[in-house]
């Protein structure tokens, strides 16, 4: 089955700075790819998706992009604020169906 | 209001004891999905069913149970078999193939 690896696992930034976080895959047939935040407490919640044909999509200061033949994707956050702090997921989903399958997870800490 | 529901928001079990947790979604969608989550975790696959009457085991089934019976709901019952069964537990639906996946606001279940 898929297989979701996500970097890093722990993100400090300061206030304006952006913020990368990566994720591999490895299911060549995998493509749809979306990225999700959780804030403390509360369901993630979708932020930006991506689809393998399409190499990069943005969304103001969040960008996503995708490289599959080399079966990663980063999620960019430009002008980083307090209240992107949160745990980011990334997933893709598994060809079968629409089965998502997460990475393990980003905790995204922005100090002002 | 559309959406998700999970409850309860807090559930407390005594060792050697099943519970059911509930999931509905008037969101008409077909797939609906659990997911367990731990502290500073990820989100791992417990069961999902793409179809009302089917579902599948996702990579953590053991110690729990589900059923389809109605599109709109998908109970999980955590059962005794399972050893360790204080997490985060999400319930999520999608409309089909490689569609944005809603969540529920979570069950946060605690064996004393």
């Known amino acids: 089955g898929e297989n979701v690896e996500q970097h890093p696992s722990t993100l400090s930034v300061q206030e304006g700075d952006s913020a990368v976080i990566k994720c591999t895959y490895s299911d060549s047939a995998s493509n749809y790819f979306p990225w999700y935040k959780q804030e403390l407490g509360k369901r993630p919640q979708l932020i930006i998706d991506?689809?393998?044909?399409?190499g990069e999509k943005k969304d103001q200061r969040i960008a996503v992009t995708l490289n599959k033949t080399a079966k990663h994707f980063s999620l960019h956050i430009t002008e980083t604020q307090p209240e992107d702090s949160a745990v980011y997921f990334c997933a893709a989903s598994n060809n079968a169906g629409n089965m998502l399958t997460f990475g393990g997870g980003t905790r995204l800490m922005v100090k002002p | 209001d559309g959406g998700i529901t999970q409850s309860p928001k807090y559930l407390f079990r005594k060792e050697g004891q099943n519970v059911t947790l509930s999931c509905e979604q008037n969101l008409n969608h077909d797939a609906m999905y659990w997911y367990r989550q731990d502290p500073g975790q990820g989100l791992r696959l417990i069961y999902y069913s793409q179809i009302v009457n089917d579902f599948q085991k996702g990579d953590i089934a053991e110690g729990y149970s589900v059923s389809r019976e109605k599109k709109e709901s998908f109970p999980l019952t955590v059962t005794s078999a399972q050893k360790n069964p204080t997490a985060f537990y999400l319930c999520a639906s999608s409309v089909g193939r490689k569609g944005e996946a809603f969540f529920g606001q979570g069950t946060r279940l605690t064996v004393v």
């Open positions: 991506i689809r393998s044909n399409v």
